[in-house]
């Protein structure tokens, strides 16, 4: 990828998962002990002496960011980096100012769309893209080599970026047409309880919309909870009840978003995608011959971007890896079912707020309901189910059993050539997700069941072996 350590992932790493670090906040990785050297690392990586370094450090809502600040903070500054504290910010944001500001390491504290228990690190290079796994492996070794402090005439500096939500603000009111406002637009705006909860409205709202908040009181506790992108129906039951035009809902770091129209009709990442692409060929604005999403995309998507001659290349799940595809082929959108959007035109990473002012755009050249423009395409009936582990690890040893992988070809085979099947492992939490899709949705729930019930079967097995 383009912070200096291209490459696949060479599957070395312990540490860090699909989306940097995460864990229940108080213990492993999730400690401030931890977390002080895993910045101690991350700057020894990142400075060669030849001028002074910065990183930018931001977080969303949660309780536990008040304890793994001051941590980042320390390590950053032992090694002789400067920090410049940017507060409650998206995750865009902060890749944003990184690459803005000339730092050398962009940080967002967030463990995104998960519960305020839990918390992450993100970490991203001079150039605001994530780190790519080589990168990562070379962070985890250098934790265990302990390296050597700066001198005491060479620590690190801290301030505090008062304005770095106004710089954001104007950034992303830039990716939106110049000549074009959301007059008269009635917007439902979730933002989870989380890092968005001011300057999201302040966008719409600066745009010409008429902004209806939810999800806007973050207490430290309520992030993501029965809100957001991850719990849209809150938004949706909003946007009938205010009789609003259309529901934006983002996640706890607002890189991603999920839709719902006049009548509070769900659009995932999926549609969105499509709705883009769409307006975007239209335009010729499409590179690469198509855009890039995961296994998890629906096939409607895949059959309705061959339908305007554009092709759809799937990646691993991850928008890390949906980005390293993108460059490879040197297309300028992706994204991931779950709401990530990347738009490389307008920024490194995903980004809820960018994502939804492209899709207004839409909607406004076409001055027509939500309903009418935005559902592009009828998905088949996919299904997926998450099934969740005792501990971490276990995962990979389950999907690698007989039993199980004769379970998965069976289901394959009942589905035929016009169904798929994906089972995997979570990368972010101890979980078995089970995927499958076909234009006969009797034939998807057998297919589940079967999977899961193996599944299910080998976990019991290992587990007695365990005792």
Excluded at 290 to 317: D, H, I, P, Y
Excluded at 321 to 343: D, F, P, R
Aim: hydrophobic share 45%.
């Amino acid at each position: 990828m383009p912070d200096g350590g291209a490459g696949k992932a060479i599957q070395h790493r312990k540490l860090f998962g699909t989306d940097g670090v995460r864990g229940k906040a108080g213990t492993e990785p999730m400690t401030a002990e931890t977390v002080l050297r895993l910045a101690r690392a991350a700057a020894h990586r990142f400075t060669n002496g030849g001028h002074r370094h910065l990183a930018i450090v931001g977080k969303d809502t949660r309780l536990s960011g008040y304890m793994l600040e001051p941590a980042l903070t320390a390590g950053l500054t032992a090694m002789g980096m400067d920090v410049a504290l940017v507060g409650p910010l998206p995750t865009p944001a902060v890749a944003m100012l990184t690459r803005s500001l000339r730092a050398d390491l962009g940080i967002m504290i967030s463990a995104s769309h998960n519960p305020y228990e839990d918390n992450g690190i993100k970490l991203f290079g001079p150039d605001g893209y994530k780190l790519s796994d080589v990168v990562e492996e070379e962070i985890e070794a250098a934790m265990a080599e302990a390296p050597s402090a700066a001198a005491p005439d060479r620590l690190g500096r801290v301030r505090r970026l008062e304005d770095a939500g106004g710089r954001y603000i104007e950034a992303v009111k830039a990716t939106f047409p110049r000549l074009m406002r959301l007059d008269g637009m009635r917007i439902v705006v979730d933002c989870a309880n989380g890092a968005a909860h001011r300057l999201a409205p302040a966008v719409f709202h600066e745009l010409g919309a008429e902004v209806i908040p939810i999800g806007v009181a973050p207490d430290g506790l309520n992030i993501n909870a029965a809100c957001g992108a991850t719990a849209p129906a809150a938004m949706c039951r909003a946007v009938v009840e205010r009789g609003a035009d259309v529901g934006v809902a983002l996640d706890g770091d607002a890189d991603r978003v999920i839709m719902c129209d006049e009548r509070g009709r769900l659009l995932d990442g999926d549609q969105l995608l499509g709705l883009i692409a769409a307006d975007w060929y239209a335009t010729g604005r499409v590179r690469g011959g198509g855009l890039v999403a995961t296994v998890m995309s629906n096939l409607g998507l895949e059959r309705f971007l061959a339908g305007l001659g554009l092709g759809l290349f799937r990646a691993g799940v991850g928008d890390r890896y949906v980005l390293e595809m993108m460059l490879e082929l040197g297309c300028n959108m992706g994204g991931e079912q779950s709401g990530h959007v990347l738009l490389s035109d307008h920024a490194t990473t995903g980004d809820g707020v960018v994502a939804a002012l492209q899709v207004l755009a839409a909607v406004v050249k076409e001055a027509r309901p939500v309903s009418e423009v935005a559902r592009v395409f009828e998905p088949l009936p996919q299904r997926t189910r998450s099934m969740r582990l005792a501990a971490r690890g276990v995962g990979p040893v389950l999907l690698g059993r007989e039993d199980v992988q004769s379970a998965i070809r069976a289901a394959r085979d009942r589905l035929g050539q016009g169904g798929r099947v994906l089972v995997r492992n979570s990368g972010t939490e101890p979980v078995i997700r089970v995927m499958a899709e076909s234009e006969d949705e009797t034939l998807v729930e057998g297919a589940i069941g079967e999977i899961c019930a193996a599944v299910s079967r080998a976990d019991a097995v290992m587990r007695q072996g365990a005792d």
